[in-house]
């Protein structure tokens, strides 16, 4: 069983949509929880971090993680074909610096 | 501020060959990191130094891998020989913070 499990879509919304990304874990010792969003061809680049369990808000992004449930989503409000891209979850024990990655979903947002 | 740099961007060997990959990272940050991405999945860590020392290295491959960061700046990372397997992007990171790594583009490795 892998540590960190994640659908790898594709996942197809027309602009405008609620999307809701997810992945499930195995490891309890994960403390912190991170979304990396990945464009083609270019490298991730960090869009949320929580270590708590709840919501964190950044603008069209909601970050929840459900640590009794080992369960913690992503949610774009009022997608634009710019976020059409592949969106990686990431996590990392509470001393470690090494994080360990899901495959990745690729969302894809149509006008 | 720039980003983290890396070259070349992609490169075709064939199987037995070396080759090696270059990272610059943001001014400043400690800590590198190489990681490898396989079409279709998230990036696995290869290998972590903080400055010039390895932090973790646990999945490098050591028969055929290898890495170094001279002075605690730059980084490369070899293969050697390149298997088929092999083929992926290899992404050098680069952080202040474990959880905000910055990643550079990525050269996308193909072994025929």
């Known amino acids: 069983q892998k540590e960190v499990e994640q659908d790898p879509g594709p996942l197809s919304v027309p602009e405008g949509a609620i999307v809701s990304l997810n992945c499930t874990y195995s490891n309890s010792a994960f403390q912190y929880f991170m979304w990396y969003r990945q464009y083609s061809r270019k490298g991730p680049e960090l869009l949320m971090y929580?270590?708590?369990?709840g919501n964190k808000e950044d603008g069209r992004f909601t970050a929840q993680v459900d640590k009794s449930s080992k369960y913690i989503s992503l949610f774009i409000r009022d997608s634009q074909p710019s976020d059409s891209a592949t969106y990686l979850c990431a996590m990392k024990a509470g001393t470690a610096s090494k994080l360990t990655f899901g495959t990745g979903t690729r969302l894809q947002v149509t006008l | 501020e720039a980003g983290v740099a890396q070259s070349p961007r992609y490169k075709i060997i064939e199987k037995r060959q070396s080759v090696a990959f270059w990272c610059n990272p943001i001014?400043?940050?400690?800590?590198l990191y190489w990681y490898q991405q396989i079409l279709g999945q998230g990036p696995k860590l290869l290998i972590q130094f903080q400055n010039n020392g390895v932090v973790d290295d646990s999945q490098l491959p050591k028969d055929r891998f290898s890495a170094e960061r001279l002075k605690g700046v730059d980084s490369t990372l070899k293969i050697q020989p390149a298997k088929l397997e092999d083929s992926a992007v290899y992404l050098c990171?680069?952080?202040?913070?474990?959880?905000?790594?910055?990643f550079g583009p990525g050269t996308r490795l193909t072994v025929t």
């Open positions: 929580t270590y708590s369990s």
């Open positions: 990171a680069s952080s202040e913070i474990t959880y905000e790594q910055y």
């Open positions: 001014s400043g940050h400690a800590t």
